[in-house]
């Protein structure tokens, strides 16, 4: 043990506690060798060049002093010139010597010896090998003419009298001056504006030469007329400015030479400065200068960062920005990269926007833009994306970046993304609001398929109007599709509210029909304080709670409507004169005006016995009632709730037993098992219980599994949807899910074909004869076009072709540009399309932001532009849930409990409810939907002339169907037999398809100047009054509670738990 002990080594010594007190010498002993660096800067040179040339805060210090101190040399030849009194005597010894005070020369020599040793020892510090460089400067020689001759007089003191001018010192001071301005740029960190930098070099330019002028032209005088300071300053004013009055003039032929050579001194240095001046002017106005941070912290404003500034989407940005009244106040700062063009410029001058509107040349990527921008002091950043380049993802990419080094330099200012492409939308979820434009897109374009004129539908509800468009129109429904353009989505706490406070602890539905009903208002939704989710028509097993936030439709929010209550007696007499028959209903008016609304209040209390009833009816009158409407309870009863009575087409009730067995043998409802990109929202629809084979997705090629190569071939029992665009994107998938989403009946899903080129014999193959609708997606390869505008010209020709070729197929277009709307289906004679071009004008003088909606291709959801919801995003600003309530309703996003969007369409048998009014109350009652609007469609008068074309037109109309079908009786001898062997005779047909599509060409072009067999119009009325009449064919949209929400915890009967929805072309409807 011992021996153990004695074997172990002693502690290094920096482990010894002794040493721990002590420090570690252990060091000292060692052959490291301490090394220090930057000896260089140890030297006393260096340290002086670092004290007055190379730190910034001690440089400015040093450059103020001597910019004062040249000052107090200027100041003390001014007292001399005051206190002198020249003596009688030589001419010429006035001009060399001066009467100087013994104080006054101790003064100057003082400041005379301390400006030559700070010159000296800056020139010794800056001395890098050229002597005569230091020598030769300028002002150093004007150091030395000024400073020498008073050290001289200290050791000559015959010399304290002589003249020394001493006035050029403000020339030494300007210098210092510009020195000083660079030193305090770099002390604060920040760049100060060129602009400020050459309009101060160019004043004190100025300064400098009039007093140089002054100082000479008074001692040059002296021998002459003997000009004082202030005859001087008179004679150069009036010198310079070229007015020459004659009054006052140098005299002697010294005087004169000086002025002379001052005046050429004067051509040469002011226009150079003045040069300089312009040509940053012209700059700045190019850059836009900067927003003050004095601005920024007393002024809100927020910011937009584009890669190119458009017209169009400048006014659309301003339009819908300054729509709101608590906005006027707020500045928009434009940070965008590429010069002002001609026609921004122009409008950013006009007074209204010139004081709002401040454009800043720079990049988001810069922090000095930034901070340009004051981006850290924002309200907001808006960062939309161009949507105008071939690469959508390249685009993309450059908006992830400005979203990122806007994050990256200001953490705290709301972030407003737009975005391309869907599958990049993951790189922004840490901005406050995204809008994927494909998202949306693709969403709308399937939503119109099933539910006509959505996209119409979401553009007027994110659109912020007055509902003043159309009112001054000779027609009835330009008036009332214009007005009720003006409805908008609204919010308000629910125990706050006239509209629904009265509410409290009683059924959604039930609150959304009174509310209606009372005040014409259309409550959609409801948002919990301990949900974040919004949630559509909860339904009526939803109970409102005082805390409620409420979404609501109506022409204004309720904060600027004002409410008139009438008298009884003038109730009574109003109740009796609208309820005298039993077909009238009371009259809401619904005064809009330009801040407020005026809602006449209806009395519910007191109702007049001899008017209609809508309790159900005795069975003991049967034989000899009318059709009745149940009334809407308070509190939701589980046996009326009806969820498929009221547009159920007994699909799937009435299916016999072997196409129930085949139906769920095809079909699952479920998830979809992968996502096509990362923040996809997981939606509830119907799958194939089996992957299909990626060869068997190709319409126009067999394979082993099937021998088809075209659509008549399968025999799809439903219409087709057909799909034309460039390429098969992610944001496809966004097509797909809504038109397969779970609520949709098995029998009512459309074959979806995707067209990914549109020749005339693809066309025919993939079934464009017999399907429900074509969607013609814009194509990313059109937007390489030399014009802006020009770039949807390919499409609006294509389908123009379509419309001739198959005037009956229902095609929905998208345009890049909204202007080009006009062109869709154009007419060149048609003279109702000419007084809607009249109108759109007058409506666009008028200062409206939703002028094109009068043009019928839009009004009747045929064509859209998906740049129309950019104002989704800006309204986003003021309303944080339009992003969220627009995509529950597009299907983008599903909530428990919320519900969705669908259609239901109004036959003769339904005409019994005759209003609005009835048929809310009818839907509240039975299946707990709520309606939003109407899509109406009139038939459009026509003049003679164009009923002739008309005529004429029809007797060359081509009965594409019949050819296609004897073409198909010729091709079953092929089917029967082996397919592959009769390849090559099917490919033989396709010069037929050509030719036959030449001759149409050739017979429509003849007929160039005729008009299309259209002679209806459709529109949207958007939560109309509620005595509207219904009439046949009308389209009611309606948000319809979640199916699953009724579903018990055991296992769910799809009969009574999924509601089916009614689609545009459904052949089956139910009977109100």
Not at 400 to 426: G, S, T
Not at 534 to 559: H, Q, S, V, W
Not at 598 to 617: E, K, V
Not at 693 to 711: G, I, V
Request: glycine share 4%.
């Amino acid at each position: 043990m011992v021996d153990l002990e004695s074997e172990v080594p002693p502690l290094p010594p920096r482990y010894r506690f002794r040493d721990l007190l002590l420090g570690d010498q252990g060091w000292q002993n060692d052959d490291r060798v301490q090394v220090e660096f930057y000896m260089n800067e140890n030297t006393f040179k260096e340290r002086l060049k670092l004290f007055f040339i190379k730190n910034q805060r001690s440089s400015l210090r040093i450059r103020l002093f001597n910019f004062s101190l040249k000052l107090l040399s200027c100041l003390l030849y001014i007292i001399r010139v005051l206190l002198e009194n020249p003596s009688q005597g030589n001419e010429w010894s006035h001009i060399f010597w001066v009467n100087r005070s013994l104080p006054l020369w101790g003064l100057q020599v003082s400041v005379a010896l301390i400006s030559l040793f700070e010159t000296i020892l800056l020139g010794y510090l800056s001395y890098k090998g050229n002597i005569w460089e230091q020598i030769l400067r300028i002002p150093f020689i004007l150091e030395i003419i000024n400073a020498v001759p008073f050290i001289i007089s200290i050791f000559w003191p015959s010399l304290r009298n002589l003249f020394v001018p001493v006035f050029l010192n403000c020339w030494l001071a300007k210098h210092a001056l510009e020195n000083m301005i660079n030193d305090l740029h770099r002390a604060i960190q920040r760049t100060q504006s060129a602009m400020f930098n050459q309009v101060l070099i160019l004043i004190s330019t100025l300064l400098c030469l009039i007093f140089t002028c002054i100082c000479g032209i008074q001692h040059l005088e002296r021998i002459g007329k003997k000009l004082n300071l202030f005859d001087s300053l008179y004679f150069c004013i009036v010198t310079f400015s070229t007015v020459g009055f004659g009054d006052v003039t140098p005299e002697t032929w010294s005087s004169k030479l000086f002025v002379v050579a001052m005046i050429c001194v004067a051509l040469v240095v002011l226009p150079i400065q003045f040069e300089q001046l312009a040509y940053l002017w012209m700059e700045r106005q190019k850059s836009g200068g900067n927003y003050s941070r004095h601005r920024a912290q007393t002024e809100k404003h927020v910011v937009l960062c584009v890669s190119s500034l458009k017209i169009d989407l400048l006014m659309d940005f301003l339009n819908e920005f300054y729509a709101h009244p608590r906005l006027q106040d707020y500045y928009v700062v434009i940070l965008c990269p590429t010069e002002m063009d001609v026609q921004v410029r122009r409008v950013l001058q006009i007074p209204m926007w010139s004081q709002r509107v401040i454009y800043l040349q720079g990049s988001a990527l810069k922090d000095q833009d930034l901070l340009r921008a004051k981006m850290d002091d924002a309200e907001a950043c808006f960062i939309l994306s161009s949507r105008c380049e071939v690469d959508r993802t390249s685009s993309d990419h450059q908006t992830i970046l400005r979203a990122w080094a806007v994050k990256d330099f200001a953490p705290n200012c709301p972030l407003y993304v737009q975005i391309l492409k869907p599958e990049n939308k993951f790189h922004i979820k840490f901005a406050d609001h995204v809008v994927c434009e494909e998202e949306f897109k693709y969403a709308m374009l399937a939503l119109n398929c099933i539910c006509p004129a959505t996209s119409t539908l979401i553009t007027l509800l994110v659109h912020t109007s007055r509902g003043q468009e159309g009112q001054q129109s000779p027609e009835q429904w330009q008036k009332m599709y214009g007005r009720c353009s003006g409805n908008e989505v609204y919010h308000i706490v629910l125990e706050e509210s006239t509209f629904f406070a009265e509410y409290e602890g009683k059924s959604f539905t039930y609150a959304s029909f009174h509310a209606h009903k009372k005040f014409g208002v259309c409550l959609i939704g409801v948002r919990r304080e301990d949900n974040k989710n919004i949630l559509l028509n909860p339904g009526p097993r939803c109970i409102m709670n005082a805390t409620d936030i409420c979404f609501y439709i109506n022409i204004t929010k309720e904060e600027n409507s004002a409410f008139k209550n009438q008298d009884q007696q003038k109730k009574s007499n109003v109740s009796r004169s609208f309820y005298h028959g039993p077909s009238r209903l009371p009259v809401h008016s619904i005064i809009a005006s330009m801040g407020t609304v005026a809602i006449d209040l209806q009395d519910t209390s007191c109702r007049s016995t001899s008017g209609p009833t809508l309790s159900l009816p005795t069975e003991g009158s049967k034989e000899i009632r009318r059709p009745s409407i149940a009334p809407v309870l308070e509190v939701a009863d589980t046996s009326s709730i009806q969820t498929c009575d009221l547009l159920s087409d007994q699909s799937e009730d009435e299916t016999t037993p072997d196409e129930e067995i085949s139906s769920n043998l095809e079909y699952a409802k479920g998830y979809p098992p992968y996502s096509p990109y990362i923040g996809s929202s997981p939606t509830f629809c119907h799958l194939l219980h089996e992957k299909v084979p990626f060869c068997c997705l190709r319409l126009d090629k067999s394979c082993q599994h099937n021998y088809y190569e075209d659509a008549k071939a399968y025999g799809f029992k439903n219409k087709l949807i057909i799909v034309a665009a460039e390429t098969a994107g992610n944001g496809l998938y966004n097509f797909i899910v809504p038109l397969r989403a779970y609520y949709r009946p098995k029998k009512e899903l459309n074959p979806i074909v995707l067209l990914l080129d549109n020749p005339l014999d693809d066309l025919l193959r993939c079934g464009v004869t017999f399907a429900a609708n074509m969607v013609v997606v814009d194509k990313e390869s059109t937007m390489s076009a030399e014009e802006d505008y020009m770039a949807d010209a390919k499409t609006i020709v294509n389908v123009q072709t379509l419309f001739r070729l198959f005037s009956s197929l229902s095609i929905i277009t998208e345009l890049t540009h909204p202007a080009n709307m006009r062109f869709m289906q154009f007419r060149a004679k048609d003279c109702y399309s000419l007084a809607l071009s009249k109108l759109e004008k007058k409506e666009r003088e008028k200062g409206s932001n939703l002028a094109f909606m009068f043009r019928l291709p839009f009004a009747a959801g045929r064509v859209f532009s998906i740049s129309m919801l950019d104002t989704l995003l800006y309204q986003s600003f003021v309303k944080d849930y339009m992003i969220s309530i627009t995509r529950l309703l597009l299907g983008l996003d599903t909530t428990p409990g919320s519900g969705f969007l669908c259609s239901m369409k109004i036959t003769e048998d339904d005409l019994w409810i005759r209003t609005y009014a009835r048929l809310y109350q009818k839907l509240c009652s039975s299946t707990g939907d709520v309606p939003i609007g109407i899509y109406r469609t009139e038939s459009q008068k026509l003049t003679t002339s164009e009923s002739r074309e008309i005529a004429s037109q029809s007797q060359i109309s081509i009965s594409v169907e019949e050819w296609e079908d004897t073409k198909d009786c010729k091709e079953q001898g092929h089917h029967r037999s082996n397919h592959r062997n009769s390849t090559s005779s099917d490919q033989s047909d396709h010069p037929l398809l050509r030719r036959k599509s030449m001759q149409w060409a050739r017979r429509l072009s003849r007929k160039d100047e005729m008009n299309d067999h259209q002679s209806t119009l459709s529109y949207i009325l958007i939560n109309p009054s509620p005595d509207t009449r219904l009439e046949l064919n009308d389209v009611v949209y309606l948000i319809r509670p979640d199916p699953l929400a009724y579903l018990p915890n055991s296992e769910p009967s799809r009969k009574n738990s999924i509601c089916n929805t009614t689609g545009q072309d459904s052949r089956e409807e139910t009977q109100l």
